[in-house]
């Protein structure tokens, strides 16, 4: 899957950045400028992924 970072605007002004295909804290550390450029994040929401790839890295160093 190609690694992609969206930023999604709504008419009232709000923006949301969502991370595709990165796995882990990867996604964090991708859109990191995005989110300074952006200002204060006001709220987070991990995906599936994020949690994911956080286990099979426990499974595979047990």
């Known amino acids: 899957m190609n690694k992609t970072i969206e930023i999604i605007v709504t008419p009232d002004g709000q923006s949301r950045v969502e991370t595709k295909g990165f796995t882990g804290s990867e996604c964090r550390q991708a859109s990191q400028f995005i ?6 994040r006001t709220s987070e ?18």
């Open 35 to 40: 989110e300074q450029a952006l200002g204060q």
């Open 45 to 62: 929401q991990l995906t599936a992924e994020f949690h994911q790839s956080v286990q099979q890295n426990q499974q595979i160093n047990n």
